[in-house]
């Protein structure tokens, strides 16, 4: 009789902690929903198709103010094809954030702990569909 008091206890505390954990789920879903929507306004206004996608990073700082002369056309070609940053042969379809760089393809994103680009510290990542 006390064991199922016990048990009892202990199925109404994982129905709370289920219920957290699905609230939580319920919050995530309707950030990675704001996060799209402002991805695809920001696409539709051309932001991201004219290449200016680190225009507005956190960061303060754009690919063309970085780099010397030699690699700085290099550096801009890579960017209008949009390679991956990292293995240089798959298109960049990952945004990293908080930096919002669009710098890295599918496979190489999970290795990464800062973005290639500016150097900081990736605490999310979203894949773009272009």
Not at 53 to 58: M, T, Y
Not at 92 to 99: A, E, G, K, N, T
Not at 119 to 122: I, L
């Given at each position: 009789m006390a064991r199922t008091t016990e048990l009892e206890g202990l199925?109404?505390?994982l129905e709370v902690?289920?219920?957290?954990w699905q609230r939580a789920a319920i919050e995530n879903e309707a950030m990675v929903v704001s996060i799209r929507c402002s991805i695809k306004r920001l696409m539709e206004s051309s932001c991201l198709a004219s290449g200016a996608?680190?225009?507005?990073?956190?960061c303060g700082e754009s690919?063309?103010?970085?780099?010397g002369e030699e690699g700085d056309s290099e550096e801009r070609a890579r960017e209008r094809k949009r390679v991956c940053k990292i293995c240089g042969s798959r298109g960049?379809?990952?945004?990293?954030?908080?930096?919002r760089h669009l710098c890295s393809c599918e496979a190489c994103q999970g290795s990464l702990s800062s973005c290639p680009v500016c150097?900081?510290?990736?605490k999310a990542s979203i894949e773009v569909l272009v």
């Open positions: 199925v109404k505390i902690e289920n219920q957290a996608e680190d225009a507005r990073s956190c690919e063309q103010n970085k780099g960049s379809r990952v945004l990293l954030l908080p930096c150097g900081v510290a990736k």
